[in-house]
């Protein structure tokens, strides 16, 4: 951790901590917390978070998917109030550090921080110390500790194990109810077959390392240049399918592709984009003909339309 800039942000500052996968509603919970008890005291309010995630560090094999990247984490976390995100790399030395050690030197050294905001299932240091543990730690170095209970949405709490679950399902819907957003990812537009021009619906291929949902149709938001408009330019509707194409290829491996609506045809080689998730059409198929295909296709695209205009920016 660099102390100096640590002290210097986050000084008296009511911090959340956390991996902070997805920044979901029970994240934002957190975060919010974090800001109005900074506020009510004049102080800032930030964000500790860990990279890589320490279960892949800790158990590789069983490490999950990850939500969003660090940098869409670290925008995310901007978003939901925070004036400053630590992010301190995790390995095993660092796992190593104890509780105590954790909460003097980092906590009340480096980052000199008042309070600290935590979830009801939050572990610290190599002993997994919870939060009854830490109480006393901190209080030793004049640190409050305030805990979250677990937030439910429509009597589901929230987690990103659950969201994951969802996306991977490809009920991206119920995902968006849980992160209060769109799940989305960023990638780049890359060189495909040139099929889907040929069909009368141009498609732009996406290389990404985000985590898709089940192999269908979906109804998405597309943001050119990556981010979040204004900043990256207008988000455009679109229809994706992520999947092996078996109408047109044979044992192909997953993509993502993206036929965007009223597009102006310019070339997108190379592009950033952020792809958001909207809804789920259809399972992927396979088509007798390359007509039933293109028959399917418009009219995933109208249906699209229809769910692109009366879902909120």
Excluded at 85 to 92: A, E, M, R, T
Excluded at 169 to 175: I, K, L, R, Y
Excluded at 233 to 248: E, F, H, I, R
Excluded at 252 to 275: M, S
Aim: glycine letters at 12%; proline letters at 6%.
């Amino acid at each position: 951790m660099d102390e100096a800039r640590a002290t210097r942000a986050l000084a008296g500052a009511s911090i959340a901590i956390g991996n902070f996968d997805g920044v979901h509603l029970g994240h934002r919970v957190l975060v919010q917390a974090a800001r109005a008890r900074a506020g009510a005291r004049g102080a800032p309010a930030g964000v500790l978070t860990f990279e890589p995630h320490p279960v892949r560090v800790l158990r590789p094999a069983l490490a999950p998917p990850l939500l969003t990247s660090l940098p869409r984490k670290l925008e995310l976390l901007a978003g939901a109030g925070a004036d400053a995100c630590l992010v301190q790399p995790f390995d095993l030395g660092y796992a190593a550090t104890p509780a105590a050690e954790f909460v003097a030197r980092d906590l009340a050294g480096a980052v000199g921080c008042s309070e600290v905001v935590v979830g009801w299932d939050f572990t610290a240091g190599h002993e997994r110390a919870r939060v009854d543990a830490l109480r006393p730690l901190l209080a030793r170095s004049g640190i409050a500790l305030h805990v979250v209970d677990p937030v439910a949405e429509d009597g589901l709490v929230v987690s990103s194990t659950k969201i994951r679950e969802l996306i991977l399902e490809g009920n991206v819907e119920g995902a968006a109810l849980l992160l209060a957003r769109p799940h989305d990812l960023d990638g780049e537009v890359v060189r495909g077959a040139g099929r889907g021009r040929g069909l009368g619906f141009a498609t732009a291929n996406v290389a990404t390392g985000g985590l898709l949902p089940a192999n269908g149709v979906y109804a998405v938001r597309a943001t050119l240049g990556g981010g979040t408009p204004p900043a990256a330019g207008a988000a455009l509707g679109g229809v994706s399918n992520v999947g092996v194409k078996p109408t047109v290829e044979a044992d192909g491996r997953v993509q993502l592709e993206v036929h965007l609506l009223d597009f102006d045809g310019r070339d997108l080689y190379g592009a950033a984009i952020r792809v958001a998730f909207l809804a789920r059409l259809r399972e992927e198929r396979r088509f007798p003909s390359l007509d039933a295909l293109r028959a399917q296709i418009a009219e995933d695209a109208a249906r699209a339309r229809a769910l692109l205009a009366a879902a909120p920016m």
